[in-house]
């Protein structure tokens, strides 16, 4: 768990998609102080990459993901491309014939898959699907797993709730960046074990809280600047990396990457209150602070958290995570009710 903190004026970090260098964004070379950050940071990120510790996706994805970030793709590309690989498309037609989509008949081709899923939610899933498979095999030293996938689910789902009034693509942002806003955690946890255990320890049930400056004083990076460089690393849109590299923030601006980092800080807020089971007394003042940082009206909070259990065990199926049931959130959804009724 950690605190929201401004997050210093710190470059955005990539990864090229197709050539693995390491890009720290625009800087300015004169600048000795900037040079000796961006010096830094690049030997942290060699590190990671070193440790293997990105997860890996499977090429057929990958390729998705490039032709994804033409913003006039060809579908029948799509199509063609998932239509190599018999597993992949396997995968595609289980995850649109689960309970989370509701169909009523079943699924049997590749296209009419993709056309029920869209692009974006089938982008989402798989990358979601095969973040699973990469992590859960993965020994990542000091790090609650379950506790780990908990939380990773829950704020997707939130996010993709609060963000109710967005368009159908808007929303998928802030699934998708809520999904993998801290992957950076589990990769930092696995390449830098002796430096960043004492953090990974703290994100668990009642850990002491971490922020920002914890992380740079441990190994120079936030886990937003890392989930941020793996999600530019898979082609992932700037608005999904830009939000999530902001997603702690506590000033991320005004424009639209910044609405969709203020819903990331919120929905990871009430993720957290949600995973830890609190006195919902108390889980109420602190989900009525997050939804006001992101400017949405406490009302879709409430109407959506008894919705929000239900998601989770669906999407949690999908991806093959086993995660405890819990009847947590309608209690905080009433709780919420009735703090707003008294004040
Ligand atoms: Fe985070």
């Known amino acids: 768990m950690y605190s929201r903190k401004a997050l210093a004026s710190s470059p955005v ?14 800087r300015d070379a004169t600048d000795p102080v900037e040079w000796e950050i961006t010096h830094v940071k690049a030997k942290v990120l060699d590190a990671i990459k070193q440790s293997a510790a990105i997860p890996s996706v499977p090429q057929v994805v990958t390729r998705f993901l490039e032709i994804m970030q033409n913003p006039e793709f060809d579908y029948d590309d ?4 998932l239509a190599a690989d018999a597993g992949t498309v396997g995968e595609i037609l289980r995850l649109v014939n689960s309970a989370l989509f509701g169909v009523r008949n079943k699924i049997v081709s590749l296209r009419q898959a993709l056309t029920l899923l869209g692009p974006m939610r089938t982008r989402s899933m798989l990358l979601g699907r095969y973040l699973v498979d990469s992590i859960s095999t993965k020994q990542v030293h000091g790090l609650d797993m379950k506790y780990f996938w908990r939380r990773s689910l829950t704020s997707p789902v939130v996010a993709s709730r609060l963000a ?10 802030a699934f998708i960046a809520a999904l993998l806003a801290d992957v950076g955690i589990a990769i930092l946890a696995e390449a830098l074990p002796d430096r960043y255990r004492h953090i990974a320890e703290r ?42 590299n902001l997603h702690q923030s506590a000033n991320p601006g005004s424009d639209e990457t910044a609405a969709i980092a203020r ?41 959506q958290l008894p919705h929000i259990e239900n998601d989770i065990e669906e999407l949690a199926a999908v991806l093959r995570i086993d995660v405890i049931p819990s009847n947590v959130y309608a209690q905080i959804a009433l709780a919420i009710e009735d703090s707003l009724a008294s004040a």
């Open 203 to 244: 994100y668990v049930p009642g850990g002491e809280p971490f922020d920002d400056q914890d992380e740079l004083a441990a190994v120079e990076m936030t886990h937003g600047e890392v989930s941020a460089m793996v999600l530019s690393h898979w082609s992932l849109p700037e608005t999904v990396t830009k939000s999530v």
């Open 164 to 173: 109710e009034k967005m368009s159908g693509e808007r929303r998928e942002v």
């Open 13 to 26: 970090v990539r990864i090229a998609p197709s050539c693995g260098q390491i890009d720290l964004g625009p």
């Open 263 to 303: 819903i990331l800080n919120a929905s990871d807020t009430i993720a957290q209150v949600l995973c830890e089971i609190p006195c919902p007394e108390n889980a109420s003042e602190v989900c009525i602070n997050a939804v006001a940082f992101a400017g949405i009206d406490v009302d879709v909070l409430v109407r």
């Open 78 to 81: 799509l199509v063609r491309i």
